[in-house]
Structure formats: C-alpha cells, structure tokens
C-alpha cells in the first residue's frame, strides 16, 4: 500500500506524456491530517535541482499539505526558468488541490515538488500542469503503488514499504537505480505516518533514520543533485509514539527501502555489504567502508567472483582511519582470507557465485562499526550508463 | 633509448620465469657515476609494498648505484616475510653487481627495489635470485628498451622517454596500466640523467614534475600500493644545469611518460583532458578536475560518445571549490553544451568519435587552473579488471 497504509493520506500516480511508452510519470500525495507536520533530508550536492530548492524551503516551514512529484526529467540545471517551473507546478497542485475539495485549502507553499530523470533538460510544463490536474482527480486512499510505479526511471520495479508501530503506521515508496551515492539522502522517497510528532521529533527521526540506511548506500559513487527523502505526519491515529519508537519503525521503514534501491541497481550482479568492525570511531568504519565501496577494482573483482583482498587492503590504504597497515584482517563471505595484512585462508574457499557478498574489513583499532551497501561494477553497468541519454 | 639514454648508465630486462610465456620480468638500471644522486616519490597509500618502504629508506640516504624491478608479483600485503624478500633482493642485487665488476662497490643500502604485479602474494624467490644475476651478466649501455620491457604487466607496449638538456640528458621508463591514481605518483617509473645536481635540486626537480604530471593523472580512481618515481642522476655530462633548467626538463619528460600511461590504460576508448579554468586556487582547480575524473556516470557517458554535462555539473557539486552552480560554464570538445549553470549550445554539435576528448569547465571563480587527464570507463575496462587475479 506504500504512503497509502497510514491513515490520513490518498495517492495517485498518472501518466502524462513526460515518459514515452504511455507510463506513469506524475505521483501526487496527499495529506489529508488533521496534522501536515513535515520533515526532509535532501542532497549534498552543490548543484541542486530546483525542486530541491523549493522543497528545502517548504520543508523550513514545517508543513507540507502534498507532494507532487514528476520522473521523465530532473529539473537540474535548468537555470532560472527551471525554478519557476517548479514554482508553477507547486501553485497548480494547489489551486486544483482546493478546487477539487471543500476539506482542503492549501498553498503553493504546502506543495513540496520533487523531478526525476536527465539532467539539464526543461520539463514540458504543458503536459505536466494538465498530469497534475489528472492525478488530482485520481487521488484515492488505495493509491499509494500508482504512486509508487510514477516515480521509476530507469528502476525495474517499485520500491515500497508499510512498517507498523503500536496503532500507527509508516509507509514509504522511493526510487532510484543509478547516481546512487548518498549527500544526506539518494533518490526520491516519501514517506508517510500517521503518528501524531511534532516537527523537531519528525525531523529527528528522519535524519537518524536517513543517517544510518539510504546515507550507508553507495551504488556507485555519484551523487545526484535532486535526491529527497521527505515524511509526512498526519496524526490521523491520534497516537503519539516516543521519539524513540518514531525513530525505529522510520528507520526500519528506511531499510527495507535502502534494501529494494541495491537489489535494483543499475546493472549490478552483487549486493554487496561493507562491514567495517574494530574502528577507532564510527565515522572512521564509514570511511573505510566507502572507500571499499567506491573502488572500481573491488567493484569488478567481484563482479568476476574474484576475493581480490589485495584491492581491498589498497582501498584501505587511501583512508585516514586509525589502522595499522600490518594489523588489518579481511574476509569475503566468511572466509579469513588476509589476516594481519597478508595472506591468510585459501582464496579458493571463498564462494562468490551468489549474490549476496559480505566484505568484513577488521582495523584492530577499536570497536566501533559501520556497514557500507554498495554494487559490484558490471558491463550491465557500463552498458546502462554509457547508452542513457542518447 | 631509455633510461640508457643519458651517459653513465648501463640496463638490461631479462627473463626469470615470474611472468608466465617467458617473457622478460626482471630489469636492472646500474648508475655508474662518478655521482650516484637519487631522488624519490612514493605512493601515498598507506598500504605500502615492502619494496616501497625499502626504496624510501635507500632514498632517504640520497645515493643508489642501482635499482632493481620485477613484474609478475607486488610484493605488497606479504607481511614480515616479503619485506625480508625485498631486503634479500637488494643483497643478493649488491653482492653480484661488486663482484662483476672492480670499479663498483655496492652495498645493499644503495639498492632500490621495485616491484609491481598482483598484490598478496610472495614472489617466486628461488627465481628471481637467479634473474638478477643473470640481469647483471646482461648489463648494457643500450639495455634501456628490454629493461623498459620487462616491466610492463597489463602495459601493451613499453613506455620510454629521452629529452635533453643542454649538453645533458633525461631518460626514463614507466610501467602502468591500471590503478592508476595518484598518492604522490602512479605507477613504477624510472628516470636517469646524467646532469650534475645535488640531492636536494634533484628532490625539488622530481616533486615539482610529478605535482603536475603524474600526480594530475587519474585513470581509474584507484591507487596503488606500490607507486615509485626514482630519478637517478651519475654526472657523468660534468654539467650542472640550473634548478629551474632540470625541472623543466625532468616535467617534460615526466608528461611524455605520462601521456604514455594515459594511451595505454586498460580498456580505455578515450584519452580525457578535463581542464579546469576559472578556480579560486589551483588546489580548487585540481580538486574540481579530479571529481569529475572519478565519476563512473561521466566515464560510461563518454564511452558512449554522450555530451552528457549534467553529470559533469552534478560531479562538481561534490566539491567544496570555491563556484556558484548558476555560473559554471562547461565545454566538450570546444562546443559550449553548459552556460550559467544551464543548456547552451546544442549537444548534437559535439563530435565525441575520436580518441582524444577535451572537456573544459569554467568555474567563473578565479583564475587559476589545472588539468586531469582520465580515461571512459567501457566494457574493456570491466572485462579485463573482473578476470585478471584469476
């Protein structure tokens, strides 16, 4: 049921000739409250899209009555034009928003705008502005996987999750197969509650939540310049969880969909997981474990099933984490493979012919951890990417 | 000709049996003098070969009569037992070189040792012993060219340089063909001249050269464990030439060396200038160059031939330069695709079918600039780096 399972919201999902082949490429959420508390992490790229903007500023103010959100074009890098675009798309929603209810009076800045798909193109504002007005009219407490299929590029799937809390719920969607590189958050990715939480506790919540799943995921090392991860509250339950609960079903709500985005990476053969244990700090197992992540030889060795524990170590090598070059123990799906910087267990024993790889990297430098997700590099890959815009 | 190129230096590249098909993997550079000067830069991975940090030690001392490389294995992640190889090689290097000959008295302390090949694994002593001597018996004022040789791994072809000074000479070899990105250098690479320089003009030389040319090439992101630039120098030419005369020379054959790695790298289809003008700091400029460089969704983009800007935007939006994304201009191959943040000229009008692509970005910050040279990432690239450890 994606954003639909908590109470207090309808969806919709429509296509509007921004995708070819008649796909769906407008998704429209909506709160219907009482509450419209909102919170939002959005990328770190410098090079923002200007739905970022927007929604950076929708989200300062601390509700959001909708979300509309377009793939078919990311808005980027579009100059001045592209911001009122998005401008235009956020009066529209909310014009045809309170026209179509007498519940609903909301304000082009309730309308958080989220765009998807290439870079640096204007979008066709006059087939969007008539999608919006067509997913208005679609809106329907079941419409949450409509909404959910809209947002896809270059995804096979949709991305969906529904955690439970005690009497309230989270659901989410998200997207995202490729620039898959966290800033704070990697792709689009709404997510709904009906909890009653007041701003701070729903900004905490996200940010913890967003801090520990989509902001581990590192695909392929790049990141995009409109990645949004939004939650709306709309306290429909009428029951307010600690902040503590909040945060945990958010961030399991968060890792069930950080988990769909790399199983549906672009061209990827491998889940990889990076577990960085015996760090002298968190921040230092985050750092080992992306430069592992982001190394094109650890990404090709494994996409030829190779344990090459030597490119491991090199990536290591790049770090400033505390470590001993002569203390660092790795194994690949279980088997010790380096111990104390060398070689250790027979690299044959390793079995990479699943697709499920666990790299575990021991510092010996403490006793902090981190795991790092991350893709193996394929011709797929190579393929997808080289082919995408043309 | 070279590192036998410049007078006061004999070569000779043999075959030990550490590369499989009999092909030469062990290369010998004898500095004869009168001076025996060398000067040195290392990888800055912290993950260091042993006969790196041999070599830093031989180099800290300022004099080495010879250095000694070998293909086929690393020597690096082997632990305490492969710094004893290193140390072993060196000795055994030493004790042939004094006994062939009544004018040279070697030390091991005078042996530089490089390595290069897979990581992990001990070399093949019993073999390499017995290669070394039989390298010396070939010592020749003409082996530069099979020294060159016998240290290419994945290298399709020797890279040699000679380029001369007034009445004095620089000659040089390199390997590198992979890993290639900077720490300090790139791959392994031996210089030799014959000028008259003291330990400290050497250093300063050598630093200067590689800051700008090795140091601004990054092919695949990824560096080594076992990088080493060595510059020789026997004043045997009885010329002294400025610092600044020696700099300029030792640079440019440093470029012509670099642009040799750059043509030769695995798999790639293009040979990538991304020149960065416009920067607050040069620093600005190199950091900027090198996040588009390491951009896979750029590689792949050039590889198929795609003008794709807004990757290259949203690769300089990881950075911390000093820019404004509204006023980031970015040209491929001389057409002007990104104006002020946003699409300009027509991309059709960029002819990508050639080898050698240019992509400019004005930062609009400053005036300082820099130049990374990259490769595309392509099929080629996956195909040989997923099958080469096995």
Chains 1, 2 share one sequence.
């Not at 109470?7 to 082949?21: C, D, E, I, P, T």
Request: net charge negative; with cysteine.
């Amino acid at each position: 049921m994606s954003v639909t399972a908590p109470r207090g919201f309808r969806a919709a999902g429509v296509a509007a000739g921004l995708k070819s082949g008649g796909a769906r490429d407008i998704a429209l959420v909506v709160n219907d409250g009482p509450d419209a508390g909102v919170a939002g992490v959005f990328t770190a790229n410098r090079v923002k899209a200007a739905p970022v903007r927007w929604t950076q500023q929708v989200v300062h103010g601390g509700v959001a009555r909708a979300v509309v959100l377009n793939s078919g074009g990311a808005n980027a890098c579009t100059g001045p034009a592209g911001f009122q675009d998005t401008h235009a798309t956020a009066e529209h929603t909310a014009a045809v928003l309170t026209s179509a209810s007498a519940r609903l009076i909301v304000g082009a800045a309730d309308v958080a705008v989220c765009s998807t798909g290439l870079i640096g193109e204007r979008l066709p504002m006059e087939r969007l502005l008539p999608g919006v007005r067509a997913a208005t009219r679609a809106l329907a407490r079941d419409g949450g996987p409509a909404a959910a299929e809209a947002i896809m590029t270059t995804d096979s799937r949709p991305k969906t999750t529904v955690t439970r809390g005690s009497g309230w719920t989270v659901g989410g969607m998200a997207k995202g197969a490729g620039m898959l590189a966290p800033g704070m958050a990697t792709m689009l990715c709404v997510l709904t509650t009906d909890a009653v939480a007041g701003p701070e506790t729903l900004d905490a919540a996200l940010r913890a939540a967003c801090r520990v799943t989509f902001d581990r995921l590192d695909s392929d090392g790049c990141m995009s310049t409109n990645d949004t991860v939004l939650l709306l509250a709309s306290g429909s339950s009428g029951i307010e969880p600690t902040a503590a609960e909040l945060t945990e079903v958010v961030t399991a709500a968060c890792r069930d969909l950080a988990g769909q985005l790399l199983a549906d990476a672009e061209g990827a053969t491998k889940e990889v997981a990076i577990e960085v244990v015996g760090a002298a700090s968190e921040d230092d197992a985050v750092q080992v474990g992306r430069a592992v992540a982001r190394n094109n030889l650890v990404k090709t060795a494994l996409f030829g099933n190779d344990p090459n524990w030597g490119r491991i170590l090199a990536a290591v090598g790049t770090t400033t984490a505390v470590f001993d070059a002569d203390e660092v123990d790795v194994a690949v799906n279980g088997i010790w493979v380096c111990r104390a910087g060398a070689a250790a267990e027979d690299r044959s024993k390793v079995d990479l012919t699943g697709r499920a790889v666990t790299v575990r990297v021991d510092l010996h430098a403490g006793t902090d951890t981190a795991t790092i997700w991350t893709n193996d590099l394929s011709h797929a890959y190579v393929h997808e990417n080289s082919a995408y815009s043309t």
